[in-house]
């Protein structure tokens, strides 16, 4: 959240980051997959139109050098896909 990005709060490891655009869910998964982030885009049918996300799940078995990476990869794909500004 803090870098930007609209998160639905939950107490389970899978978080869903919304970007509400079925082409930019997928575009943004596959940018975070060539940078070794592997995240799924969900899109309609899968959740409801406009809904569109990128589900994450968190690990206990993850270290903060790997959680790290991650939100400095979000961050680059959020700026380069004009997510966050």
């Known amino acids: 959240m803090a870098a930007g990005f609209d ?3 939950g107490k389970h490891p899978i978080v869903p980051v919304m970007l509400y655009d079925a082409v930019l ?3 943004m998964a596959t940018e975070l997959l060539e940078k070794g982030i592997y ?3 969900f899109f309609y049918p899968v959740v ?3 809904e569109a996300r ?3 799940q968190i690990s206990a078995a ?3 050098h790997q959680l790290d990476e991650a939100v400095d990869a979000f961050t680059e794909v959020g700026k380069n896909l004009n ?3």
């Open 48 to 50: 409801p139109k406009g």
């Open 25 to 27: 869910a997928k575009k």
């Open 7 to 9: 998160i639905k709060e």
């Open 83 to 85: 997510v966050l500004t």
């Open 39 to 41: 995240v799924i885009g």
């Open 54 to 56: 990128i589900r994450v």
């Open 62 to 64: 993850m270290d903060i």
